[in-house]
C-alpha cells in the first residue's frame, strides 16, 4: 500500500501561482508514473500531468506552457508548479502514482481555487 499526501493547494487570483506537492511512503525509486489529475465539481476527473521515472512527461492541452511538474526520484515527491492560473483551473487536485509492481494509488485531493 503507498500513501499519497499533497500539500500546497489554496486559493489565488487569476493570473496567480502555486505549487502543489506530492509525498508518497514508497521505497526510494519504486514508482514508475507519478501525475496530477484534477476534477471540477460536475465534471470527470482529468489528467493534468504526469511524469515517469526517467523524466519524460505529457501534460494536457489546458495546461501546457503554464503547468510544470517535475520529481525528485530519490524523495518519490512530485511537484505541479502552477502559473498563470485562470478560474477554470478550480477543481481538487489529485496526486497519483503507479508503482512498477503494479496498481495505482491517488492521494486524498488538495482544493485549487482560482478567483478574483
Known amino acids: 500500500q503507498v500513501q499519497l499526501v499533497e500539500s500546497g493547494g489554496g486559493s489565488v487570483q487569476p493570473g496567480g501561482s502555486l505549487r502543489l506537492a506530492c509525498a508518497t511512503s514508497a521505497g526510494t525509486f519504486t514508482i514508475n508514473t507519478m501525475g496530477w489529475y484534477r476534477q471540477a465539481p460536475g465534471k470527470q476527473r482529468e489528467l493534468v500531468a504526469r511524469?515517469?521515472?526517467?523524466?519524460?512527461?505529457n501534460y494536457a492541452d489546458s495546461v501546457k506552457g503554464r503547468f510544470t511538474i517535475s520529481r525528485d526520484n530519490a524523495k518519490n515527491t512530485v511537484y505541479l508548479q502552477m502559473n498563470s492560473l485562470k478560474p477554470e483551473d478550480t477543481a481538487v487536485y489529485y496526486c497519483?502514482?503507479?508503482?512498477?509492481?503494479?496498481?495505482?494509488?491517488w492521494g486524498q485531493g488538495t482544493q485549487v481555487t482560482v478567483s478574483s
Open positions: 497519483n502514482a503507479e508503482p512498477f509492481t503494479g496498481g495505482t494509488f
Open positions: 511524469i515517469s521515472v526517467r523524466g519524460r512527461t
